[in-house]
Structure formats: C-alpha cells, structure tokens
C-alpha cells in the first residue's frame, strides 16, 4: 500500500509539477509534493510537513489576492488525522477548546465588521470581504491544528519540527546571502532585496526573524552542535532583505538574547557575531569604500533620511480618517485598501490600493474596536503563556517572550495577521504548553532533573575527638 502511494505521488507529482510551470508557482509546488515523500515513508511527521512547507508561498486568485503556501493543503490532512486518532487527555482537550473558541470569536468579529459596513452609506465589497475572511480562517485554522498537533505528539518530537524550522529557515537565508552578496541566483529577490519565497522581503525578513527566536528556544531546551551556524545564517539572511525595520527589530532581539538567554552557545555566538560584523565591515569598508554605493547597504542607512517621507505613514493617517467613520466595527474586513488608491497608487499584485502596513491599525480600521481588542487580548494571552514555559529548558520562556516581542515589532510595520508563521509560532507556544500540563514527566532534562532527583545524603559531621 505504501509502494502504491508513492507511486500516485509521483504521478501527481509530474502532473502538478507541469501546471506550476506554466503558472509560473513551480518551485513551491514541487518543494510541497517532494516533501510528502517522507511523510509516506514516515520520516517526518505531518507537524513537520507544515513547518517545512510553510515558507514557500506564492499569490492565487480568490476574488482578491490570497496568499497561498505550499504547507495549505496538508493542514486539513493533518487536522483530519487528530479527529481520527487523536487520543488526548482532558485537560488538553479543554485547552484546544479555548483556542477554537478565540478563532470563533475573531472569526465572529471580522464577518460582523462586514454585515455593519453593508448597512453603512459607504457600502461593502464583498469579494474583497470574502477573499480577506477567507486568509484570516486559513490562518486561525492553523493555529488551531498545530496546537493540537504539539499537545498529542511527545515532548522530544515536537521539539524535533521546531529544530527543523531552524534548519530550514538557515537554509533559506544562506541562499539569500549568496544570492545577494555572491550574485549566484538562488533565492528570488531583486537587485539589492531578497524574497525569499513570499515574494515580499518585509514577509521574509519576519520569518527569519521568529526563526532566530525558534533556533535559541530550541537551544535552550537541550543544547544543539549547529546553533551557531544557524544564527550567523539568520541574521545575514535578514541583512539580506534589506528591511529597516526588520534589521532594527533584530538589534533588539540580539540584545534581548545576549542579556536574558544564558545558553552558553548562544552567548558566545552572538558576541562573536558583533566583534565580527565590526571587523568585517571596518576592513571590507577600508579596502573597498565604493561598497557604500551598494543599494541594499544606502537602502537600510538611510532610514533617518527617508523617515519623514515614509509612505507608511500616509497609509496610517488614511486608515485613522477611516476608523473616525466607524469606530466601533470598522469600515468592514478587506476594505481599506480600496480607500487608498489616492495615498501611495495602486498596487500591480492587487489592483487595489496598498494595505495598511501595521496589523493593529489594520485591525481598528477595518473590524473597529471590537476586532482590535480581541487581537490584543490574543497575543497578552500567548505572552503569558510563553513566560509560563520555563520549565521545559533553561530560560526558554524568555526565547520565546522573545519570539513574541519579534512578532508584535514587525507587526508595526507590517500586516502579519495573515502570515503562516505568525500562527505556526502561537500553536507551538499553546501546544507546548498544553502538552507540559499532562505530561509534566516529559520535562526538560536540563531542568526537571535537578529538581526532581533525590538529593545525595549529606556525610555526616564528625565530632572532633576530645582528651580526658
């Protein structure tokens, strides 16, 4: 039966392959359909699957753009898989109930947004409603199966995906830095900026930046040899899309990892780091000043030049004119950007205006102040969450926090909230802790042993001898 399927897997392989050339999707497709492989053959599981197809995105037609990834189809496999087998114990069960619950009630809150703009003068465009109700579902989706995915596996396999999410994403920002720093093509991007595979390098940069908090959580629960590697790999991944905010958010997440992660690997691997990068860039600057005129270089040291013109920032003000008209429910999930066209054009992936770029005015425009606050009291929720896993690795409460603090900075400057990552990262978090509460047994070794053991004798205390 495994041979058979293997063998309907190539030929599915062949035909999808052919389709995604002439759609111009090939490396995507091909990379999901190869990684299926292991999956028939058992070497990896559908959890890890997700989290080696999930970067590898492209844009398909729905109404409105959507943002698709090659991870997609499996997620439903995968959730299918827990309603047959699934074996887990109450109280994860209770948990998983809690997550579904808040995708409702986000859920709830966006198709209310638009049922209240369709009453309002200004009108509602459905297809543009429908196609953005349809990225947030996929994504609560997500968060829900992976969440239920981390609770039923054991500890050390749950573990096992977060490690190769490191892998991947170095993977990843290796070939970006060759692409953009040795000219050979590996990786899309333009001249100066690497896209990685979301055909956007803002989208890339935050992936390698929660991979950078994914690679020292996993760290800190039980060392790893290629650690170092993979944050070297990472940080000059995200040096490689040029993004200032994204170069700036990752100042801070090394500064935060430096000060609370005591990770012996990931100390010495981050000041190494920044003795390096100083040398390097004083003795290739010396020897080379005309690399000043390189444009991913000007790009990302001209942000106090470019701050005030900032589209951005006209992108701001339009959707704080446009939350004044309905501040309660919002101008309707998926609408702002048909407000924007006059702010910075027209977006040629789209036809529409540009996005909001910032998930929590997104979120206050468009599904009022309703939507916000539930988007708010989901991340404190995970926040809290996090900080609650200490006891599955030395300091991995604090990778994680910052993990956390990575999504929320991009999130300023960026519309995450229909990101695959973002959401991969918050089922691992939710599952991680659902599975420390009913398998408390399955702790860290680095940190439940010491606790745990039974303490040696202490030698008792000899009395000195005395002289009658």
């Not at 801070?252 to 990892?257: A, D, E, I, T």
């Amino acid at each position: 039966m495994r041979v058979l399927g293997i063998a309907l897997l190539v030929v599915a392989a062949a035909f999808l392959g052919a389709s995604a050339v002439v759609a111009g999707h090939a490396l995507p497709l091909i990379v999901a359909l190869l990684a299926l492989l292991p999956v028939l053959l058992g070497w990896i599981t559908l959890l890890e699957y997700v989290v080696v197809g999930s970067p590898f995105m492209f844009y398909v037609s729905l109404g409105g753009p959507l943002h698709a990834a090659a991870s997609d189809a499996v997620v439903p496999l995968l959730a299918l898989a827990l309603l047959v087998t699934g074996d887990l114990p109450r109280e994860s069960q209770r948990g998983i109930r809690r997550v579904v619950g808040f995708a409702l009630l986000a859920t709830t809150a966006a198709v209310a947004s638009g049922a209240f703009a369709a009453l309002m003068p200004r009108g509602f465009v459905l297809s543009e409603g429908v196609a953005n109700l349809a990225k947030l579902v996929i994504v609560l989706g997500y968060s829900c199966v992976v969440t239920a995915a981390v609770a039923a596996l054991p500890m050390s396999r749950a573990f096992r995906a977060l490690r190769i999410w490191g892998w991947v994403a170095a993977v990843l920002a290796a070939g970006s830095m060759v692409t953009s720093f040795g000219g050979v093509p590996l990786i899309p991007g333009n001249d100066f900026r690497s896209f990685g595979f979301f055909q956007d390098p803002n989208l890339y940069a935050g992936y390698l930046l929660i991979s950078l908090a994914v690679v020292i959580a996993r760290e800190c629960h039980r060392g790893m040899p290629e650690t170092p590697f993979l944050l070297v790999a990472l940080s000059g991944g995200v040096a490689a899309t040029a993004s200032r905010s994204a170069v700036a958010t990752l100042a801070v997440m090394l500064f935060l990892s430096a000060l609370l992660i005591s990770a012996r690997r990931v100390r010495w691997t981050l000041v190494g780091l920044g003795i390096l990068g100083v040398w390097v860039t004083m003795g290739v600057l010396a020897a080379r000043p005309d690399l000043l005129a390189f444009p991913a270089f000007q790009r990302l040291t001209s942000a106090s030049e470019v701050a005030g013109n900032d589209p951005r920032l006209a992108l701001w003000g339009r959707a704080l004119d446009l939350w004044h008209s309905s501040p309660i429910t919002g101008i309707g999930i998926g609408q702002y950007q048909l407000y924007s066209e006059d702010v910075y054009g027209i977006s040629g992936r789209t036809g529409t205006g540009f996005v909001v770029h910032n998930t929590f005015l997104s979120f206050l425009t468009e599904t009022g102040v309703i939507g916000l606050l539930v988007l708010v009291a989901g991340l404190i929720a995970v926040a809290r969450t996090a900080a609650g896993l200490g006891d599955l690795g030395r300091r991995i409460d604090k990778a994680l926090l910052i993990g956390v603090v990575a999504v929320v900075a991009q999130m300023m400057t960026l519309n995450l909230q229909n990101v695959r990552y973002v959401w991969i990262l918050i089922g691992f978090i939710l599952g991680l802790e659902l599975r420390r509460r009913s398998n408390p047994e399955e702790l860290s070794p680095s940190v439940s042993t010491a606790a745990d053991a039974p303490s040696a004798p202490r030698p008792e205390r000899q009395q000195p001898a005395t002289v009658r």
